[in-house]
C-alpha cells in the first residue's frame, strides 16, 4: 500500500515560466508519436543529428563474404564505435551480445542470393520477432526498375504498416540492381517513393553531380551505404561529400570492415560524420590509429614469446 503519511503537498509550479515543446532534430518526423521519435532518437544523435551505422547485413544473401567469414571476431570489437547496428535477427541472436546497448535496425528481407534475382526478395521476419528482439527500426530492399518492383514496393508498404502499428520506424533501402545506373533520376525517384509511401528515413548510394537533390527532395533522412571498398580517403571524401551535401549520416560495410584496420576506419567515419572532419584530417587520424595498432600489436607479440 502507498505510504500516505506526511505527504508534501505540490508548491513549486513554475508560474511564469512556459513548458517547452522542444522540436524534434530528425528530418520529417516532428509530428511522429513518442515510441517513434524515441527510437529515431536513438539512431541519429541529437546533438550532430546524424548516425554511423555499421552494416554487416550482407551474409542474407552474399555468405560469408570477406570481412564477415567470423563476425564474432571482426564485427563485435568494431560495435563500442558503432552509433547503430544493422544485421539479420541470425546475426543478432547468434554474434551479437545482449548486453550492447546500441540501437539495432533489423533487416527484414530475405528470399534471393547472389546466384539468383537480386529484387526478387520477400519480407523474412515477421514484426512480433522484430518486438521480441527490441529492435529501434526495420529495413527492406526496394528495386525500382528491376524485375520485381513490384513486389519490393510492397515489402515496404507491409513492413512499415507492421512497424507503425508498434512504434517502429521503417528504414528503406534503395537497392540497385545489376543493370540500374546510380545516377540521380534513379535515387530522385527511388527515395522519393519511399518516403511518399512511409519509410522513416531511406538508404541510399552517393554518386556525384546531383546528390544534394536527392537530400533535398526527400522529406525524410537520407543515409549512404559505403558500397564496393574503395581507398580508405575514397571512402572517407564520399563520406563527406554525402554529409556536406545533406546526407544525416552513413549505414557503412565494406569500407569499414574490410580496410586494414575496421577499428580506425569507422572511429575515422565517426569524425567525418559527427564533427564534419575533413577527409585528409581524417585519413591522418585514421593512420595514426592504424599505426598505434600496430605498435599495440608488436608489443603483444613480443610479450607472447617472452613468456615462452
Ligand atoms: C546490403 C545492404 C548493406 O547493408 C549495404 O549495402 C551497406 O553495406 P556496404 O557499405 O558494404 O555497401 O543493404 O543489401
Known sequence: MADKD???EGKDFGIGIPQ????????GAGALDWGMQN?????FNPESGRTVMLAFDHGYFQGPTSGLERMDLTIVPLMQHADVLMCT????RSIVPASINKPVVLRC??????????????????IDDAIRLNVAAI?????????????????????IDSGNGYGIPTMAVTGVGTDMKRDQRYFLLATRIAAELGAHYVKSYYFDKGFENVCASCPVPIVI????KLPELEALTMAYKAIDQGAAGVDMGRNIFQADSPVAMIQAVRAVVHQNMRPKKALDLYQTLLAEEKKKSKRQTARAKRRK
Open 225 to 228: 551505404a559505403g558500397g564496393q
Open 89 to 92: 535477427r541470425g546475426a543478432l
Open 6 to 8: 506526511n505527504i508534501k
Open 109 to 126: 528481407s530475405g528470399g534471393q542470393s547472389i546466384l539468383s534475382e537480386l529484387s526478387n526478395e520477400t519480407i523474412a521476419v515477421d
Open 39 to 43: 527510437r529515431l532518437g536513438r539512431i
Open 139 to 159: 529495413t527492406t530492399q526496394i528495386y525500382i526498375g528491376a524485375e520485381y518492383e513490384h513486389k519490393s514496393i510492397a515489402n515496404l508498404i507491409k513492413l
Open 20 to 27: 517547452e515543446n522542444k522540436p524534434f532534430h530528425v528530418k
